[in-house]
């Protein structure tokens, strides 16, 4: 069974720094792809970063520079790094991944358009200015 479990989310201020884990289960990270994306109420759900096999990472415009996706083996966790935060940032933030097969290659977790069929409840992020 997959699990994702996101936490870390909180209040901060702009140009402050956060970190964001999603503790997993049933997710094999060198052959799979876990992505964070954001969501605002009236918008729709964006993507933010993915890391995918042999720990290749991608990330959106808006964060490049500013967030850092990795993972701890050991943990089973995913993380995101958040520097520089602006206004603009804050959202609901969630964890999703992609079990299919060849889920990890670039061509499908590097572009962006794999099947995230599993996701976590979410943690919110604010940031104010």
């Known amino acids: 069974q997959v699990q994702l479990v996101e936490s870390g989310g909180t209040s901060v201020q702009a140009r402050g720094s956060l970190r964001l884990s999603c503790v997993t289960t049933?997710?094999?990270?060198?052959?799979?792809?876990v992505g964070w994306f954001r969501q605002v109420p009236g918008k729709d759900r964006e993507g933010v970063a993915r890391i995918s096999t042999g720990n290749s990472t991608w990330y959106e415009d808006p964060v490049k520079g500013r967030f850092t996706i990795s993972l701890d083996n050991a943990k089973n966790t995913v993380y995101l790094q958040m520097n520089s935060l602006k206004p603009d940032d804050t959202a609901m933030y969630y964890c999703?991944?992609?079990?299919?097969?060849?889920?990890?290659?670039?061509?499908?977790?590097?572009?962006?358009?794999?099947?995230?069929?599993?996701w976590g409840q979410g943690t919110q992020v604010t940031v104010s200015s």
């Open positions: 049933g997710v094999t990270f060198s052959d799979n792809c």
């Open positions: 999703a991944a992609d079990i299919n097969p060849y889920a990890g290659l670039w061509y499908n977790c590097g572009s962006g358009k794999g099947d995230f069929g599993y």
